[in-house]
């Protein structure tokens, strides 16, 4: 039973595939929505940002996010997730406002300094290696760039501030979030800026 949670686990949240996956996209839309809008909003996204999402999933913040910012590139390893993300933002990726790259936080396949804000939802306790995501997001961010993750509390990695602040970022504060639905728990948010 133990490997059979597993593969559901990372089947349905981990790299969503197939009937499984979208399950687990569906579970996400109503888990992590209201996270990921309050993070967009947030982010104080400008008509002139370039925004790069890790983990879009079915694509609820991206979405959103694409309300705001000039581009919104989603990276996500998962192409059932991909699929529901183009499906959820169809208009914004046939304007060419919302991107979607297969990838992942290590690998975004990003211009260096190319994106003014990097947001995550929901996923950065997933990232095979962490360091290495970090070190990408600090690399395709700009200066003064804004990094803003949100995990489930529960979730939460007690080392991830000083992660962060070991990656190069500066002004990293971390607060709680408790959104406003009784499908998701309390949110760890962390903010973080490239030097």
């Known amino acids: 039973m133990g490997s059979l949670g597993a593969w559901v686990g990372e089947r349905g949240f981990?790299?969503?595939?197939?009937?499984?996956?979208?399950?687990?996209?569906?579970?996400?839309?109503?888990?992590?929505?209201?996270?990921?809008?309050?993070?967009?909003?947030?982010?104080?996204?400008?008509?002139?940002?370039?925004?790069?999402?890790?983990?879009?999933?079915?694509?609820?913040?991206?979405?959103?996010?694409?309300?705001?910012?000039?581009?919104?590139?989603?990276?996500?390893?998962?192409?059932?997730?991909?699929?529901?993300?183009?499906?959820?933002?169809?208009?914004?990726?046939?304007?060419?406002?919302?991107?979607?790259?297969?990838?992942?936080?290590?690998?975004?396949?990003?211009?260096?300094?190319?994106?003014?804000?990097?947001?995550?939802?929901?996923?950065?306790?997933l990232w095979p290696d962490r360091q290495a995501g970090l070190a990408e997001v600090h690399r395709i961010l700009k200066p003064a760039g804004r990094l803003i993750v949100a995990v489930h509390k529960k979730w939460a990695s007690h080392d991830l501030s000083a992660e962060v602040t070991e990656a190069g970022f500066t002004d990293v504060t971390t607060s709680t979030w408790n959104p406003p639905t009784r499908t998701a728990g309390p949110a760890t948010i962390l903010t973080a800026q490239k030097a």
């Not at 996400?28 to 879009?56: F, I, Q, Y």
């Not at 914004?92 to 804000?117: F, R, Y």
Request: hydrophobic fraction near 45%; aromatic fraction near 2%; avoid cysteine.
């Open 14 to 125: 981990g790299r969503p595939a197939g009937a499984v996956g979208r399950v687990g996209g569906w579970l996400m839309v109503r888990a992590n929505g209201m996270t990921e809008k309050h993070v967009v909003k947030l982010a104080g996204l400008r008509p002139k940002d370039h925004v790069v999402v890790l983990g879009p999933g079915p694509g609820v913040g991206l979405r959103w996010a694409g309300k705001y910012a000039a581009v919104v590139v989603g990276v996500d390893p998962s192409k059932t997730m991909l699929i529901a993300a183009k499906h959820r933002s169809l208009d914004l990726v046939e304007t060419g406002k919302v991107q979607l790259i297969q990838g992942d936080a290590a690998s975004t396949h990003q211009p260096d300094e190319s994106a003014n804000v990097v947001l995550s939802v929901n996923n950065v306790h």
